[in-house]
């Protein structure tokens, strides 16, 4: 199973950025739910968003939710994070990530058993 996250970069405050994942492996992409966390300098990792197999469900994190989508492409076996409305404390790396073992997203990283390597995204003030 591979992970690879895209799309980081540097933005200003209120600014917009979209990062995306691709998935690749012998575990169908339809089969899995996929989520989001992000690890500030300094931080614990922590959960950012998460959506079903179908993308029928979806999870968000208090601090983004309203500012932030999640959505996937099956058919390119890609997950992406709409992000907007940017703020300092948004910077960080985000990590994607894959759980086989669920068809409902979950929020805490133990439920995941695959993960990317990570994107940064910094957000200036």
């Known amino acids: 199973v591979q992970l690879q996250a895209s799309g980081g970069g540097l933005v200003q405050a209120g600014g917009s950025l979209r990062v995306s994942c691709k998935y690749s492996?012998?575990?169908?992409?339809?089969?899995?739910?996929m989520g989001w966390f992000r690890q500030a300098p300094g931080k614990a990792r922590e959960f950012v968003a998460s959506?079903?197999?179908?993308?029928?469900?979806?999870y968000f994190a208090d601090a983004v939710r309203g500012r932030f989508a999640i959505s996937r492409e099956n058919a390119k076996n890609t997950v992406y994070l709409q992000m907007t409305s940017l703020t300092p404390e948004d910077t960080g790396v985000y990590y994607c990530?894959?759980?086989?073992?669920?068809?409902?997203?979950?929020?805490?990283?133990?439920?995941?058993?695959?993960w990317g390597q990570g994107t940064q995204v910094t957000v200036s003030s």
């Open positions: 990530a894959a759980d086989p073992n669920t068809a409902t997203p979950r929020m805490t990283q133990e439920s995941y058993d695959y």
């Open positions: 492996g012998r575990i169908s992409f339809t089969q899995l739910a």
């Open positions: 959506i079903s197999f179908n993308g029928g469900r979806t």
